[in-house]
C-alpha cells in the first residue's frame, strides 16, 4: 500500500495505492486506489479503457460527468458508479467541487455492474411531470425546489394548448359589474325606506360611517339583493343538462364561510322547489364536507351546486362542472389558473347521447377577469417581510446608525447598541443548523453569530443580513401585539436617527396610550406606568424626546398592549337594492406568455450577443463611453422587457455590473490586467497561485464584488491575502487596486 499527495495548478489530491494478491486478482473484489480530490480550478479530467469500475462521491461543490455520450450534472451529495473500460470525462464547475473516490475491479465486477444496471434502470427517473400551476412566492416556490430558474418551468403545457389538442375544454366568460359591488352603499343615495333601514341597524354602531366602502360587501355586510342578482342569472343563464331541465354541476367561490353560508339561505329561499340537497355550503366549518366533496363529485348524485371557501379551488376532478362562479376576488396567479381548471375537463355524454361537453361558463363578480388582463402575473408574490423579519431587520438598521462616531463617543449609546447586537445575534444563534431552510444560509448564519461581524455594518453586510439572515429568523414565543408594538417603537427610532419624520408613528403610539389611560383605574398594571403613558401624550415629550427615551417607552408599554379591547366587527344583513352596472363576454385571457422570464430572455442574450460593442468592452476590462451605457440599457429595458422588469428581477444593481456578471470576463483581459503580478522574479510560488485563482475567479465571475469571497475556497486552501503577502503589503495594495478598477470599468462612464 502506497501513499501519494499531489498539487497542480488544477486539483490538489490524495490517494492511496493498493497492490492486491494474485488470489484476489482472480477470485475476489478488490481495491486499486482510493482517495480525494479538491478542485483548485476549473477543469476536465479524461480516462477511458481503464480495466477498473469507479464510485465517486460528490461531497461539495458541483460538476459534470460526460459517460456514454450522455451529460448528467452533479452536485454536493451525488454519487457515480461507473465501468471506466468505457471512456469517461468530468469536470468541476465554477462552483468547485470536491470528490471521495475509488478504483476497484474482480472477475465478476461485470456481471455485478449489470445486475445495478438493471435496478437503476427499472427505478430511474429521468422526468418530473409536476401537473400543476408552479408558484414563485418566496415562501411557496416550486421552481426553487427543483433547482429551476424563477419562473421557467422545465417544460410548460399551456390550456390553449391542451384545449387544441383535444385534451380539455375551453370557456367564455359573463363578467358583471353591480352597483354595491363596485361603490358600497352610500346613505344619499338610498331610498327613504332604505334610509330608515340603514338608520334602524346602525344608528348605535360606532364602527360603521354613512357611506359603506365595497371592501365591506362580503367581508361582514352580506346584501340579500347582491346575491339574489348572482343567483337570478346563474339558474338563468348558466348551462345547463338533461336537455336544459337541470342547472349543470357549479362551484361557486365565497368570500368567507359567512358568506358561503348566506349564499344557500338566499338560494333555498330564492328556489324553494330545488330542495334542501341541491346547494350545499363546502368549507372547513363543515363536518361532512368530505362526503359533500365526494357526493358532488358523483354524477348523479346532489348537490349540483357547491358554494366553496377555498376547499373546491383546487384538487378535485369533477368533469360534469359547467358553470363556475367567482363571487370573490383572486390575485395569486396560480390560484386564479387553478380555479379555472376546476371546469376544464373533458366529460362525453354530459349533455345527451353522444353530446359531450365542449365548454364550461364562468360568471365573474369580482373583477378577477379585468384585472388579469391588466397584471398578467397577478398581485406582485414579492418577498413578504414577516414581522419576525422587519423588527430584525429595523434593529440592524439601528445598529447601523449607531456606529457613527457621534453616537460612539457617548457611553449610553454605545451601551445600547451592543445590547441591540447581542440580541441580533442571539437571535441568529437560536437557529436550528440542521434545518432544511437555515443549511441553505448556513455560511452567513455562522458569519453573523461572530462578534466582529458587527463591530462594522457594511452596505454588503445589510445585503446579507436582509436577504440571508432576516427572512429566516424566527418568531418570539410572545404575545403578538406586543411584537407589533416593538416594531412600532423601533421604526420611531430608526425614523429619528435616519432624521425622517415618525409623525404617523407617534400618532399611533399617542392614540395607544390615550386608550390606555382610560383603562388604568380597573387595570393596576396599566397604573402603574401612569407617569410614562401621560407624558407620551404630551407634545414637549417628543419635542425632546430621542432614541433613548423610546425604549424606556417601549419597555414599559409593550405588555400593555394585551389589555386593550379588541375590535369586533358584527355582522350584518342587509336588503338595499342593487343592479348591474356594466356587463361583458368574453373569451379566455391569454396565459400562455406569463411563463416567459425576462432573466432567462436577459442571460440568453448576454451570452449570444458578446461581439456587441458595449458588451465587449465590459468582457475585456475596457471603460464604457456614455453611448455604450445607453445602447445597454436600450437593449434591457426596451428590446427585452421594461425597466420595472429589470428591477423586480435584479433590483438596484448597475447595468454594466449586472452585464459583466453574467457574461465573465475573457481570461487574456484578466491575465493582462494581472501580468505584473504573474512574474516569478517577483513573487513567490504561492502568490503566483493566489493571483491565479483571482484571474481564474474574475474570468468567470466578471470581477470580485465582496472581497470577502477571498477567505473562502479556493482561496482558503492557498491561506489569506495577509498572510501570503505578510512582507509585500505594498504588492498586496497594488492587487486590491486592480480588483476595485476591474469593477469601476463596467459601472463608470468616461
Known amino acids: 500500500m502506497d501513499y501519494f499527495s499531489s498539487s497542480s495548478p488544477s486539483v490538489s489530491s490524495q490517494r492511496i495505492l493498493y497492490t492486491p494478491s494474485g488470489f484476489a486478482r482472480t477470485t475476489l473484489l478488490y481495491l486499486q486506489e482510493t482517495g480525494s480530490l479538491h478542485a483548485i480550478s476549473a477543469h476536465t479530467s479524461h480516462r477511458e479503457h481503464l480495466a477498473s469500475y469507479l464510485v465517486f462521491l460528490v461531497t461539495s461543490g458541483s460538476g459534470e460527468l460526460e459517460f456514454n455520450g450522455k451529460s448528467y450534472p452533479l452536485r454536493a451529495g451525488d454519487c457515480v458508479f461507473i465501468d471506466c473500460r468505457k471512456p469517461y470525462s468530468h469536470a468541476t464547475s465554477t462552483d468547485l467541487w470536491t470528490l471521495q473516490w475509488c478504483h476497484f475491479y474482480g472477475q465478476i465486477m461485470p456481471d455485478i455492474y449489470k445486475k445495478y444496471q438493471e435496478i437503476f434502470h427499472y427505478f430511474d427517473a429521468v422526468l418530473l411531470g409536476m401537473t400543476a400551476t408552479p408558484k414563485d412566492e418566496i415562501d411557496k416556490n416550486t421552481y426553487t425546489i427543483f433547482d429551476l430558474e424563477r419562473g421557467v418551468p422545465t417544460y410548460a403545457y399551456e390550456l390553449d394548448e391542451a384545449v387544441k389538442e383535444g385534451y380539455l375544454v375551453d370557456y367564455r366568460t359573463r363578467e358583471y359589474k353591480t352597483k354595491i359591488m363596485e361603490e358600497g352603499i352610500h346613505y344619499d343615495q338610498l331610498s327613504e325606506e332604505e334610509k330608515e333601514a340603514f338608520d334602524d341597524e346602525f344608528d348605535d354602531d360606532e364602527n360603521v360611517e354613512k357611506d359603506i366602502p365595497n371592501t365591506a360587501v362580503n367581508r361582514w355586510l352580506f346584501n340579500k339583493d347582491t346575491i339574489d342578482l348572482v343567483l337570478i342569472n346563474l339558474m338563468r343563464e348558466g348551462l345547463k343538462v338533461e336537455g336544459g331541465d337541470k342547472l349543470g354541476k357549479t362551484i361557486i367561490f365565497a368570500r368567507n364561510s359567512k358568506h358561503a353560508k348566506a349564499i344557500v339561505k338566499r338560494f333555498q329561499k330564492l328556489f324553494p322547489e330545488k330542495g334542501s340537497h341541491f346547494i350545499k355550503q363546502i368549507d372547513y366549518s363543515i363536518k361532512e364536507s368530505e362526503h359533500l366533496i365526494e357526493q358532488f363529485e358523483e354524477k348523479d348524485k346532489m348537490p349540483q351546486i357547491a358554494v366553496s371557501v377555498d376547499m373546491l379551488d383546487t384538487g378535485i376532478d369533477v368533469p360534469e362542472i359547467l358553470n363556475l362562479v367567482f363571487f370573490k376576488k383572486v390575485r395569486s396567479y396560480a390560484k386564479f389558473c387553478q380555479m379555472i381548471g376546476r371546469g376544464t375537463r373533458l366529460c362525453k355524454d354530459l349533455l345527451g347521447p353522444g353530446m359531450d361537453k365542449e365548454k364550461f361558463l364562468i360568471f365573474d363578480y369580482c373583477n378577477n377577469f379585468e384585472y388579469f388582463r391588466v397584471n398578467p402575473h397577478g398581485k406582485d408574490s414579492g418577498f413578504i417581510e414577516t414581522l419576525a423579519e422587519k423588527i430584525f431587520l429595523c434593529k440592524a438598521r439601528i445598529v447601523r446608525e449607531l456606529q457613527d462616531t457621534d453616537y460612539q463617543k457617548d457611553e449610553d449609546f454605545r451601551e445600547y447598541r451592543n445590547t441591540l447586537v447581542k440580541e441580533l445575534m442571539q437571535?441568529?444563534?437560536?437557529?436550528?443548523?440542521?434545518?432544511?431552510?437555515?443549511?441553505?444560509?448556513?455560511?452567513?448564519?455562522?458569519?453573523?453569530?461572530?462578534?466582529?461581524?458587527?463591530?462594522?455594518?457594511?452596505?454588503?453586510?445589510?445585503?446579507?443580513?436582509?436577504?440571508?439572515?432576516?427572512?429566516?429568523?424566527?418568531?418570539?414565543?410572545?404575545?403578538?401585539?406586543?411584537?407589533?408594538?416593538?416594531?412600532?417603537?423601533?421604526?420611531?427610532?430608526?425614523?429619528?436617527?435616519?432624521?425622517?419624520?415618525?409623525?404617523?408613528?407617534?400618532?399611533?403610539?399617542?392614540?395607544?396610550?390615550?386608550?390606555?389611560?382610560?383603562?388604568?383605574?380597573?387595570?393596576?398594571?396599566?397604573?402603574?406606568?401612569?407617569?410614562?403613558?401621560?407624558?407620551?401624550?404630551?407634545?414637549?415629550?417628543?419635542?425632546?424626546?430621542?432614541?433613548?427615551?423610546?425604549?424606556?417607552?417601549?419597555?414599559?408599554?409593550?405588555?400593555?398592549?394585551?389589555?386593550?379591547?379588541?375590535?369586533t366587527q358584527r355582522i350584518v344583513y342587509t336588503d338595499f337594492a342593487d343592479q348591474v352596472i356594466e356587463y361583458q363576454e368574453n373569451t379566455p385571457i391569454e396565459m400562455g406568455n406569463r411563463l416567459e422570464n425576462y432573466r432567462k430572455k436577459v442571460e440568453f442574450y448576454l451570452k449570444e450577443h458578446q461581439d456587441n460593442m458595449a458588451v465587449c468592452k465590459l468582457r475585456n476590462n475596457q471603460p464604457l463611453q456614455k453611448s455604450d451605457m445607453q445602447e445597454l440599457e436600450r437593449i434591457l429595458w426596451q428590446e427585452l422587457g421594461s425597466k420595472e422588469d429589470y428591477t423586480k428581477e435584479y433590483g438596484d444593481t448597475p447595468v454594466g455590473i449586472l452585464v459583466r456578471k453574467i457574461t465573465g470576463m475573457d481570461q487574456q483581459a484578466a491575465n493582462e490586467a494581472f501580468n505584473e503580478f504573474l512574474n516569478e522574479e517577483k513573487l513567490n510560488a504561492d502568490q503566483i497561485r493566489f493571483v491565479r485563482l483571482i484571474v481564474d475567479y474574475i474570468s468567470v465571475n466578471g470581477m470580485i464584488e465582496d472581497r470577502r469571497v477571498m477567505m473562502d475556497e479556493p482561496f482558503r486552501s492557498v491561506g489569506s491575502i495577509g498572510q501570503i503577502f505578510e512582507n509585500d503589503m505594498d504588492i498586496a495594495m497594488k492587487i486590491m487596486t486592480v480588483i476595485d478598477q476591474i469593477k469601476q470599468n463596467a459601472e463608470v462612464t468616461v
Open 427 to 567: 437571535a441568529i444563534s437560536d437557529l436550528n443548523d440542521k434545518s432544511f431552510i437555515v443549511k441553505h444560509h448556513l455560511k452567513y448564519v455562522l458569519r453573523y453569530r461572530e462578534q466582529k461581524s458587527w463591530d462594522i455594518l457594511e452596505t454588503e453586510a445589510m445585503a446579507d443580513l436582509k436577504k440571508h439572515i432576516a427572512p429566516i429568523i424566527e418568531a418570539e414565543k410572545e404575545y403578538e401585539l406586543a411584537r407589533r408594538f416593538d416594531y412600532l417603537m423601533y421604526s420611531i427610532e430608526l425614523a429619528m436617527l435616519e432624521q425622517k419624520n415618525p409623525s404617523k408613528n407617534i400618532g399611533a403610539v399617542v392614540g395607544i396610550a390615550e386608550k390606555l389611560s382610560l383603562m388604568q383605574d380597573s387595570v393596576p398594571q396599566i397604573k402603574e406606568q401612569k407617569y410614562i403613558l401621560d407624558k407620551v401624550q404630551t407634545n414637549e415629550f417628543w419635542e425632546k424626546a430621542f432614541i433613548l427615551e423610546m425604549d424606556v417607552v417601549r419597555k414599559a408599554l409593550r405588555d400593555l398592549i394585551q389589555f386593550l379591547p379588541k375590535k
